[in-house]
């Protein structure tokens, strides 16, 4: 039996995380993104912790999967909301359990960090990821999201 270990991203997963994104803007909406932006990108996290941090899940010592969570201060609840965003997982390690194994854990994290909620975005068309985040527990809202880049 396979061992998971989820972990907090290091600077030396740089790399593999900015590949993992551009794997996966590709697989869910054909968009190419720059790789060397996104890796200054990715870098900018750890410069700057207060934008969030990343977790690696790794089995049997090989990384296999990743996510990012960055925080949104809510005055309705007094408190953070965590958002689950740049989740990638390995094609061979798929339907293993890497996501779940993640989701559980930034759960247990964000409770005892005191925050008062997990969020997340999905491509519209993507319906594997909506039946797994919908197994996992988690509601559909009730918004939409609007975005005008600057």
Same mark, same amino acid.
């Not at 005055?75 to 559980?104: C, E, H, K």
């Given at each position: 039996? +396979?061992?998971?270990?989820? #972990?907090?991203?290091?600077?030396?997963?740089?790399?593999?995380?900015?590949? =993992?994104?551009?794997?996966?803007? =590709?697989?869910?909406?054909?968009?190419?993104?720059?790789?060397?932006?996104?890796?200054?990108?990715?870098?900018?996290?750890?410069?700057?912790?207060? #934008?969030?941090?990343?977790?690696?899940?790794?089995?049997?010592?090989?990384?296999?999967?990743?996510?990012?969570?960055?925080?949104? =201060? +809510?005055?309705?609840?007094?408190?953070?909301?965590? =958002?689950?965003? +740049?989740? !990638?997982?390995?094609? /061979?390690?798929?339907?293993?359990?890497?996501?779940?194994?993640?989701?559980?854990?930034?759960?247990? #994290?964000?409770?005892?960090?005191?925050?008062?909620?997990?969020?997340?975005?999905?491509?519209?068309?993507? /319906? #594997?990821?909506?039946?797994?985040?919908?197994?996992?527990?988690?509601?559909?809202?009730? !918004?939409?999201?609007?975005?005008?880049?600057?």
């Amino acid at each position: 039996m +396979s061992t998971m270990l989820i #972990r907090y991203a290091e600077r030396g997963d740089i790399a593999a995380i900015a590949e =993992w994104n551009v794997a996966m803007a =590709w697989e869910t909406e054909q968009k190419r993104l720059d790789l060397e932006l996104l890796t200054r990108g990715v870098a900018a996290v750890f410069d700057e912790p207060r #934008r969030g941090f990343y977790l690696v899940a790794e089995r049997d010592h090989q990384a296999v999967g990743c996510l990012l969570i960055t925080h949104e =201060w +809510s005055d309705w609840r007094n408190g953070d909301y965590w =958002w689950i965003q +740049s989740v !990638y997982v390995m094609p /061979q390690a798929r339907r293993g359990g890497v996501f779940r194994t993640l989701y559980n854990d930034v759960a247990q #994290r964000a409770k005892a960090a005191g925050a008062v909620g997990l969020r997340l975005y999905v491509e519209t068309e993507n /319906q #594997r990821a909506q039946n797994t985040y919908r197994e996992l527990g988690m509601d559909e809202c009730h !918004y939409r999201m609007y975005e005008q880049l600057i």
